[in-house]
């Protein structure tokens, strides 16, 4: 599908970026674990709650540990050093900067776009948590360090890096960052070797954050105690970085949907993706793309700003989201919501936009329907067909995208409730507290109301995860020797404050291995529902939240004993249970022969009745 014939043509003589937020001095710093056994309700019941807080800006700081290229003079990372300061070079580029994805030392655009988006759109929806957390300026600078990279790997109108370094390479390597491994290459999809989702992708992010900086609204209503207005976006407003983010939008779009050769799965392109952050489709990163650049692209107007960049106009990006999301036959999914696939934030955002009454969108009523028709699966997985259940201790878990990172799944639907719920677009009262509920409890559970009393976020609580796989944190040097240098009893050497960990399993048990990647592993994507759902917390909440109550050392009376079993550690799956594939095969066996039993009880019972010696009279 071409691009409709430009319309609307705005101008810009020269791009300059305006300074970003000035940050506090002295530094806001993490507070000790011990901490975040202390309650505060009672002695403080204002708005904001201070554990909310401290919350917040643990989850700010983990991005900061994560950073990549020459860091700062105000780096508040002790530990952390100039690294990877030659990316680009093998393509004549400076593509330093950025964030490595998780605990290694890969950069790719396609999950670093999904996390900037959704942090963008928190900070649209519940910004003044930031404001009233004073946590506003690390929000700024947490956000240009990704976009600023994303910028220059945007390296012209047809050209989009998206992965630096070799996955194989950096699998191979366990250690810190200074001696990272080489060669680190460069990726890119471009005009004729194309990557519709990783282009709109970024362009989607590019977009829903120039509405952020453009001071942009999607009106969400107070839903807690407090008498704050909770309607205004984190102060962050600057139009001129607002427009150089938007025309790096805009041209992407132009890239993702008329590249020469065609639209296509970016790992088609750069088969180096495909183990690391291969896409499963692209009309979902369309759809996104083209509401997020309609919203932006009206907000440059009522800006009044002189973008020398040729666009289309807010209503004709509207018409193309709702034209992809027909063609790409998006509606009706249970799909879970994440980096990968977005079709769920797609409902979200239709009905907040329907909502407001937006010039050229679709009837409101059609897409609450749509919305609440995903939400209620959400809730009660029991009602549908699909992958999704409820652990015994009340994680929502889908199979399959929750085997690598159980939480992430489940606090992004709790992102999505929150916000449906914030934005005033449910039909029902009913329907408001079921939804509030379920997303409290999902985060209530991250928090330490599960069967192993952790709180699943690194140096919040003295349970939080003590060994997150990352490479540069835990002070060891010999892949082979991951769990035991340092020991698994000690930690790792330096404590990531703030990180999400990938999450328990579906018997909830977390064993805390530092090898175990699947529970283990931090990522930036992990963290960033959980900012938006602390963020709202801080505007509408006045009570502690949930890590305060658990017992301190009540995690070490329930821990199981040796080893998970899952697609990183392999020995507990002997012996004691069978893996997920095993058990899903002994169930279908079982299922067929029980037909068979029953089929055959039947028939000897029918000869029975016939020959008159079932319990009766000759």
Known sequence: MLLPSCLLTLTFASIQVYAQLSLPSPPWLPANASAGAVAT????????????STLLGDLLYFYEAQRSGKLPSNNRVSWRNDSATSDGSDVGLDLTGGYYDAGDYIKVSFPLSFTLNSICWGGIDFGMGYDLSNQTSYLDSMLRWGLDWL????????????????????????????????????????????????????????????????GGTLSPTTIGKSSVNSTAPASLKNTTYADTLLIHAVELYELAVNASGGMTLYQNSVPEVQDSYASSGYGDELVMAGLWLSLAVNASQNANSTLNITTLSPQQYYSLAESYYSQFDLAGQNSVFNWDD????????????????????????????????????????????GDASLTKGGLLYYSGDSNDASLNPALNAAMLLTRYVASGLCSSNDKKATYLSFAQSQLDY?????????????????????????????????????????????????????????????????????SDWVENEVALDYNAPMLTLTAMHIVTDDIDPYFTQVTVGANEK?????????????????????????????????????????????????????????????
């Open 41 to 52: 309700t009672g002695s403080n019941t204002s708005v904001p709650n201070e554990q909310w």
């Open 446 to 514: 991250t928090l330490g109301n599960n069967p192993m009393f952790v709180p699943y976020i690194v140096g919040l609580h003295p349970n939080s995860p003590i060994n997150p796989h990352s490479a540069m944190s835990s002070g060891g040097d010999d892949i082979g020797q991951i769990d035991t240098s340092p020991p698994l009893s000690q930690g790792n050497t330096y404590v990531l404050y703030g990180a999400v960990v990938g999450g328990p399993d579906r018997f909830d048990r977390f064993f805390d291995i530092r």
């Open 558 to 618: 329930v821990k199981p004993k040796g080893q998970p079993c899952d697609d990183a550690i392999q020995d507990g799956c002997s012996g004691h249970r069978l893996s997920e594939g095993g058990e899903i095969a002994l169930g279908v066996v079982l299922g067929v022969v029980g037909l068979v039993v029953v089929g055959l009880l039947a028939v000897w019972l029918w000869k029975l009745r016939s020959t008159g010696s079932f319990g009766g009279k000759a």
């Open 151 to 214: 910028i220059k790997m945007h390296a012209n109108t047809s050209t989009l890096y998206v992965e630096v370094a070799d996955t194989g390479i950096d699998n191979a390597y366990w250690g810190g960052d200074q001696n990272i491994p080489g060669p680190r290459p460069s990726f890119q999809i471009n005009d004729t070797s194309p990557g519709t989702d990783a282009a709109a992708g970024v362009s989607a992010a590019f977009a829903s954050c120039s509405y952020l900086y453009y």
């Open 342 to 385: 977005k079709t769920a934030g797609t409902y979200i955002l239709f009905a907040q936009m329907s909502s407001l009454g937006f010039e050229g969108a679709g009837n409101f009523s059609q897409w609450q329907t749509e919305a609440e028709r995903y939400l209620d699966v959400v809730v009660d997985p029991s009602s549908s067909k």
